[in-house]
């Protein structure tokens, strides 16, 4: 045992590297594999291999399990262990804690342990690879193969476009051929969720309504077959007698896109459309009611839910899903002006209603409300919109969960259930009509854009304001804001924009395309 150790020990690494040398890990370090492994339960320093970390272990005559056995103790979850040199094939592998494996549904957590499990597994051991500027690693499927995939694709996502200095670009493949499928399924959810950060990180500047625009339909021209996009302008929003979105959009000097997009996955073209729509502030400054400078750059990302919705169009669309979809996009910023709207404003909305605009940093509802009259016009099997709306929902549930306000038992079931599956949970907030008497009691107009008591409920008062503008029997508001950024609670995201909840807005659309 001490020569096997002295032997193997130098080429160990558990959360530090150690090098043979500078000049042969460049030579080698441009291939890794990241394999799995279990902790035995019951049995203290115990574990278990996947069956792709089995193959590669009988493959070198059981060095791998003898290398685990000695290098220390028992690789926990969601930690690493790095070999160098082991097999010619795979110069750095690196093996990453699964946690025990009887995990599966949780239903306190309110999402599969073993599927989250596998994601921040893989994805901690694709990034230390990447900090060795490995360029290609092989996967372990880890028996689910799509969340390996989404593991590797989420965690690796860094917004550097506009560094010099930039992370090792590192493709990624499913070691073996198990789970094909899964594996490509899963890689597109991780590059619709990534498609989703990459538009809310980008600065203000860089991603205004019109490129915002014209990156989707960029996005969307491989699928052109199936995809319609309208880029619909502020012409177009005029004649649709679209005021609150306008009063919004006058303060800025960029001129807002509506944006509109078509998916027909659906051979039956009678099939009534899943409606999704997403509230499109490129910028917010809060306009006269001007928000604090402090954090006020995070406010690029007030698209979150124009975004995430967008992406997950995108990502139907790769995917082929069965179903028709339309995404639906108010794009504009709110920016002070001459122009911009005043506390104590009155707009008219797409439906006739008068609203009180008490406070000009309330323009999300405003420009959602008429996105929601003009989603009705297409007779929707269901509405959904996504909005970073209030900070309030953040001070509810934090990052934990979106929350959610439907006036639907059976959209919020099909919603649930799809978070579960993700791992990017939901939770289901009230509809009180306690709520609506605080915004339709209002001094000028039909409705105020904040509630009667304002710092009371703000994000069940925003939720009850847009259900003014919803007849639809089927509707849910998804209250992004809590989840708009990710610090380090999500260990298979980096810090930054979280692009959540892309994943679970697909998983909901490929559930719905399955009932059909």
């Known amino acids: 045992m001490l020569s096997l150790r002295r032997a193997f020990l130098p080429a160990v690494r558990t959360n530090h590297c150690r090098f043979f040398s500078a000049s042969q890990n460049k030579r080698n370090a441009r291939k890794g594999l990241v394999l799995g492994v279990y902790e ?13 970390a089995s193959g590669l272990d009988s493959a070198l005559s059981g060095k791998l399990s003898e290398l685990l056995k000695i290098s220390g103790p028992v690789i926990k979850k969601g930690k690493t262990r790095t070999f160098y040199a082991i097999h010619e094939d795979f110069p750095c592998v690196a093996v990453v804690g699964l946690g025990k494996n009887n995990a599966g549904v949780c239903g306190s957590e309110n999402w599969d342990t073993c599927k989250e499990n596998i994601r921040a597994a893989v994805s901690a051991g694709c990034r230390l690879l990447q900090d060795l500027e490995v360029s290609h690693v092989e996967v372990d499927g880890c028996g689910d193969a799509q969340s390996a995939a989404e593991g590797a694709v989420l965690g690796l996502f860094q917004y550097d476009q506009l560094k010099s200095k930039k992370k090792t670009k590192v493709t990624t493949q499913l070691h073996g051929s198990a789970d094909l499928a899964g594996w490509e399924k899963g890689i597109h959810y991780g590059e619709g969720q990534n498609l989703a950060r990459l538009l809310m990180e980008a600065p203000a500047n860089y991603i205004t309504p019109t490129i915002f625009a014209h990156t ?48 027909n996955g659906c051979p039956d073209d009678t099939q009534a459309p899943l409606l999704l729509v997403g509230k499109g502030i490129t910028f917010d400054s809060g306009g006269i009611s001007l928000k604090p400078p402090s954090g006020m750059d995070a406010m690029r990302a007030d698209m979150g839910g124009a975004a995430t919705v967008c992406a997950s169009v995108v990502t139907a669309a790769a995917l082929k899903l069965p179903i028709n979809i339309i995404g639906l996009a108010p794009l504009c910023e709110n920016m002070p002006s001459g122009k911009a709207n005043k506390p104590g404003d009155v707009v008219m909305a797409k439906n006739g209603k ?30 959904v919109n996504a909005a970073t709306l209030t900070g309030a929902i953040d001070v509810a549930l934090g990052s934990a969960a979106t929350g959610v306000f439907t006036n639907s038992d059976w959209l919020w079931e099909q919603l649930q259930k799809a978070s579960v599956v993700t791992g990017d949970r939901m939770w289901r907030m009230p509809l009180f009509e306690h709520y609506t008497r605080q915004v339709t009691d209002s001094q000028l107009a039909d409705l105020n ?17 847009l259900k003014e503008f919803v007849t639809a029997p089927h509707w849910a508001h998804l209250d992004i804001a809590g989840v708009m950024m990710n610090k380090d609670e999500i260990p298979y995201l980096r810090k930054g924009m979280s692009g959540r909840p892309t994943r679970t807005l697909v998983e909901f659309a490929a559930g719905l395309a399955g009932q059909a």
């Open 40 to 52: 035995k339960e019951g049995e203290d320093g115990g574990f278990h291999l996947t069956d792709a």
């Open 216 to 263: 989707i339909e960029e996005k969307l021209a491989p699928h052109s077959q199936r995809v319609t996009v309208h880029k619909r302008s502020q012409a177009w929003i005029v004649e649709q007698q679209m005021g609150a979105f306008l009063s919004v959009s006058k303060g800025s000097e960029e001129p807002p896109v509506f944006l509109e997009l078509q998916y």
């Open 354 to 383: 008068t609203i009180q605009v008490d406070n000009t940093d309330a323009e999300g509802r405003l420009i959602l409300a008429d996105a929601l009259c003009y989603a009705h016009t297409f007779n929707p099997r269901a509405i």
């Open 449 to 465: 854009n904040i509630g009667k008591y304002s710092r009371s409920g703000g994000a069940c008062t925003a939720a009850a304001f």
